[in-house]
């Protein structure tokens, strides 16, 4: 064997493993990739178990609006004149109401309480700033037939000031652009209470109404509810 042949067969050898291990180390990286690699369709694989939209859809909520004026007929069961469901989340009172929600009205208690319907519950609501008479008080049936008429079964807005102690929401109350509680107290159907209120348009709205004599302050045996419900039975019925 000639001189340098064993380094020749040496570097043939060292060639040959390089070369077997690139081919081997390719092959590996390759058949890594395919399972990242698009079918023949073109999509991911790592997608075909990914849900429909379909069955991502949400179950679709009550439309209140499509409910039937009926409904309202039937009363909502109150346990000591207290609501069966919380007080909901309210903006505050410096917010414009006629950007709030709309709650369709459920039962109309008296001339002065009425239910709304917030999030399939009944919320008991008692108008701020007024006091319309009483049930077996001359006006009484009035005012309660009238807010009635004005907005039974209809969708209205309100905005909570406060609570009582029936756990009633105190709140100003509007249909459209019509103000309820000032509405009322101009038909000659409530008092400003100004036991609780300072409103000045409630105060100039009553003194308007006595002015043109315009329902209950035509009468002039009328008795502001607050007293009334201090008389007894028999000086109620002196009064009737």
Do not use: C
């Not at 319907?117 to 001359?138: F, S």
């Amino acid at each position: 064997m000639k001189p340098g042949s064993t380094d020749s067969i040496l570097t043939l050898f060292a060639s040959l493993l390089v070369g077997v291990l690139l081919f081997v180390g390719r092959t590996v990286i390759e058949n890594r990739g395919d399972s990242f690699a698009p079918n023949r369709h073109g999509t991911d694989t790592t997608q075909r178990d990914a849900p429909k939209l379909d069955d991502l859809a949400s179950t679709p909520s009550i439309d209140w609006a499509q409910q039937t004026p009926d409904e309202f007929a039937q009363q909502p069961a109150f346990s000591a004149e207290k609501s069966t469901a919380s007080r909901p989340t309210q903006p505050p009172a410096t917010a414009d109401p006629l950007t709030a929600r709309t709650f369709k009205v459920i039962g109309i208690v008296d001339g002065d309480t009425i239910d709304v319907l917030v999030d399939q519950k009944p919320v008991r609501l008692r108008l701020n700033g007024i006091d319309t008479p009483e049930k077996g008080q001359p006006f009484g049936n009035t005012a309660t037939d009238s807010l009635k008429k004005l907005i039974g079964g209809k969708f209205v807005r309100y905005v909570v000031s406060d609570s009582d102690r029936y756990d009633r929401s105190i709140a100003d109350v509007y249909l459209g652009d019509v103000y309820v509680n000032l509405w009322l107290v101009k038909q000659g159907l409530a008092w400003h209470y100004v036991a609780y209120s300072d409103d000045p348009q409630l105060a100039a709205a009553e003194e308007a109404a006595k002015a043109e004599k315009r329902g209950l302050f035509a009468d002039p045996r009328r008795v502001a509810p607050w007293n009334w419900r201090q008389l007894s039975k028999l000086e109620r019925d002196e009064i009737r």
